[in-house]
């Protein structure tokens, strides 16, 4: 078991809100310039949300092109190349020594205090699972472990969170489970998104407006 190392580096692994790169599982119901909208908002909330919880350093790992939505005070570094393991494991290898946690853009309803847990308890592992049977939150003490545990894991499938998991399991870490999250993958996992946000956060905000356009 770890020692308590002080607040993590806080990553999010996210791609440019473009219409037609991204939440392509929207259309239909939403055109593709709506659920780039719905991107956008997610992630604006996630970074603002980032922004509110304790941190080392916070760093937005990016395929794309930063724009307005990105608040002061990430650093930003262009996603490596191939698939979404590969992906996860190039951001961690940003980090220097000390804890990190990952997260994505699916997930706008996370709060400061989930993202506040990691690195406080002296474990060695945070694991945030997804309603889909994937994971919103990877949490490592020792952020050079990440080629090791995640690469290889089968991404984007049923079975991609509980994997992810037993990887952490077999390598004999001491792993906190944090709260079953639902990612915005449909247009009923974004209406039951938008019921769990503040009513004033730009995900909610801009399922509204979605849902007034269309009356």
Not at 60 to 67: A, C, M, S, Y
Not at 136 to 147: E, F, N
Request: with cysteine; proline share 8%.
């Amino acid at each position: 078991m770890s020692a308590a190392m002080g607040p993590a580096t806080l990553l999010v692994i996210a791609k440019e809100p473009v219409p037609g790169r991204v939440k392509t599982r929207l259309t239909p119901p939403y055109t593709s310039q709506e659920a780039a909208a719905l991107a956008e908002a997610a992630l604006t909330d996630t970074l603002h949300t980032v922004l509110r919880a304790p941190a080392r350093r916070r760093v937005l790992v990016l395929d794309g092109t930063p724009g307005p939505w990105l608040p002061p005070g990430f650093e930003v570094a262009a996603q490596v190349s191939g698939g979404l393991d590969e992906r996860i494991v190039g951001a961690f290898e940003l980090c220097d020594d000390g804890p990190a946690l990952l997260v994505g853009m699916d997930t706008p309803h996370m709060s400061v205090d989930l993202l506040s847990r990691v690195g406080q308890d002296g474990l060695d592992a945070w694991f945030g699972p997804a309603s889909d049977g994937g994971f919103w939150a990877l949490g490592l003490a020792a952020p050079a472990r990440a080629r090791s545990l995640v690469r290889g894991v089968p991404m984007s499938t049923d079975r991609t969170g509980a994997i992810q998991r037993l990887r952490l399991a077999q390598a004999g870490l001491t792993v906190r489970d944090l709260p079953s999250l639902r990612d915005v993958d449909t247009a009923a996992d974004a209406a039951a998104v938008a019921g769990l946000c503040p009513p004033s956060s730009r995900f909610a905000t801009t399922m509204a407006s979605l849902a007034q356009a269309v009356r």
